[in-house]
């Protein structure tokens, strides 16, 4: 797949949670290891991060400030009117998934009215790309963790030593050595117990499939499993029209819940990890709250894309214009 994408990873900043190993791997799983599709999806994916300057955004995370969400544009206006927890890593089930929670108690015309489907999308890909990088950490630190639990240097080497791809060598006959390393993912808790009728309209659609888009085609493999809880009888007419726009293999992931969804939850999720908002003890996951998540900047930095910005932003002050730090759609 490196082979196959070459061109555009090498025309791609070096961040692990871009170009790294894991994220060819969630497209590979994603795809189900069909390399020329996959390898399509990838290619797609780095160029609707230029098109969209979705860089720029993960520079601003990283490194501009916007490093929780309370930070993000349209924060204030989107987390009051769509309440979540777009991700508490230190609030795991038992497999070690970082869990994210989103109620659906809104009005997508008020969403429309307040903020605009544009602006939402600006505040859901700040989202993604959080939850990304997140991910990439939490997998790196159970990787030294592995590592670190090994005897001795050479037995790190080793485990650390990656064959090179031999071009015309059938995949059996492929130099291996022994497979180890960790991709961690989310376990979402989606309540719905506000949905109704107006959901069902070109409005709600418009929000939910232009999300679903965005995170299934540039996002794969994030999610581990999804508890859809509190669900009225009428989002069996949405789930039906939604399954048409997710890939079967994330719909089997989903699990259909009504109202006594704690015990198959408790299943999965120790009591003092499932979050106060749908009925749990969790509270240090709370939303509102700023926390600086512990980024290794090294690890995630790229010293090529920051001289890059600097020069960019250096030219432009000279010139007696300001460079934004992220990207802002407005619904005008």
Same mark, same amino acid.
């Given at each position: 797949?490196?082979?196959?994408?070459?061109?555009?990873?090498?025309?791609?900043?070096?961040?692990?949670?871009?170009?790294?190993?894991?994220?060819?791997?969630?497209?590979?799983?994603?795809?189900?290891?069909?390399?020329?599709?996959?390898?399509? %999806?990838?290619?797609?994916?780095?160029?609707?991060? &230029?098109?969209?300057?979705?860089?720029?955004?993960?520079?601003?995370?990283?490194? =501009? =400030?916007?490093?929780?969400?309370?930070?993000?544009?349209?924060?204030?206006?989107? %987390?009051?009117?769509?309440?979540?927890?777009?991700? *508490?890593?230190? *609030?795991? $089930?038992?497999? !070690? #998934? *970082?869990?994210?929670? $989103?109620?659906? @108690?809104?009005?997508?015309?008020?969403?429309?009215?307040?903020? !605009?489907?544009?602006?939402?999308?600006?505040?859901?890909?700040?989202?993604?790309?959080?939850?990304?990088?997140?991910?990439?950490?939490? #997998?790196?630190? &159970?990787?030294?963790?592995?590592? @670190?639990?090994? /005897?001795?240097?050479?037995?790190?080497?080793?485990?650390?030593?990656?064959?090179?791809?031999?071009?015309?060598?059938?995949?059996?006959?492929?130099?291996?050595?022994? /497979?180890?390393?960790?991709?961690?993912?989310?376990?979402?808790?989606?309540?719905? !117990?506000?949905? !109704?009728?107006?959901?069902? =309209? #070109?409005?709600?659609?418009?929000?939910?499939?232009?999300?679903?888009?965005?995170?299934?085609?540039?996002? /794969?493999?994030?999610?581990?499993?999804?508890?859809?809880?509190?669900?009225?009888?009428?989002?069996?007419?949405?789930?039906?029209?939604?399954?048409?726009?997710?890939?079967?293999?994330?719909?089997?992931?989903?699990?259909?819940?009504?109202?006594?969804?704690?015990?198959?939850?408790?299943?999965?999720?120790?009591?003092?990890?499932? /979050?106060?908002?749908?009925?749990?003890?969790?509270?240090?996951?709370?939303?509102?709250?700023?926390?600086?998540?512990?980024? @290794?900047?090294?690890?995630?930095?790229?010293?090529?894309?920051?001289?890059?910005?600097?020069?960019?932003?250096?030219?432009?002050?000279?010139?007696?214009?300001?460079?934004?730090?992220?990207?802002?759609?407005?619904?005008?």
């Amino acid at each position: 797949m490196r082979a196959a994408c070459a061109e555009a990873i090498a025309a791609s900043p070096q961040w692990p949670d871009v170009v790294g190993d894991r994220k060819l791997l969630r497209f590979l799983q994603g795809h189900e290891y069909k390399l020329d599709k996959a390898s399509e %999806m990838y290619v797609n994916f780095l160029n609707w991060r &230029k098109e969209n300057k979705v860089d720029k955004i993960r520079h601003s995370i990283m490194d =501009g =400030g916007l490093d929780h969400p309370t930070k993000f544009p349209f924060a204030e206006i989107v %987390m009051k009117l769509m309440p979540s927890i777009p991700i *508490a890593p230190a *609030a795991c $089930d038992k497999a !070690g #998934s *970082a869990i994210c929670v $989103d109620q659906y @108690d809104f009005d997508p015309n008020e969403v429309i009215e307040k903020i !605009g489907v544009p602006n939402y999308i600006v505040f859901a890909t700040h989202v993604l790309e959080y939850k990304s990088c997140i991910l990439e950490q939490m #997998s790196e630190n &159970k990787d030294k963790e592995h590592l @670190d639990s090994l /005897p001795d240097d050479e037995a790190r080497a080793a485990a650390k030593a990656v064959p090179v791809y031999q071009e015309g060598v059938a995949e059996g006959e492929q130099e291996e050595n022994e /497979p180890y390393g960790n991709m961690c993912t989310t376990l979402v808790i989606r309540d719905l !117990g506000a949905v !109704g009728f107006r959901h069902l =309209g #070109s409005t709600g659609q418009e929000i939910i499939r232009t999300v679903v888009a965005i995170s299934s085609d540039n996002y /794969p493999e994030l999610m581990r499993k999804c508890y859809m809880i509190n669900t009225p009888w009428v989002f069996t007419s949405i789930w039906y029209l939604i399954k048409g726009w997710i890939a079967a293999k994330t719909v089997a992931k989903v699990s259909l819940l009504g109202g006594s969804y704690m015990s198959e939850m408790l299943e999965d999720i120790a009591e003092e990890n499932i /979050p106060a908002m749908v009925g749990g003890k969790c509270t240090t996951n709370d939303p509102s709250v700023y926390f600086q998540y512990a980024f @290794d900047k090294e690890y995630f930095t790229d010293p090529a894309y920051n001289a890059k910005v600097s020069s960019a932003s250096a030219s432009a002050a000279t010139d007696g214009e300001v460079s934004p730090p992220v990207t802002v759609f407005t619904t005008e």
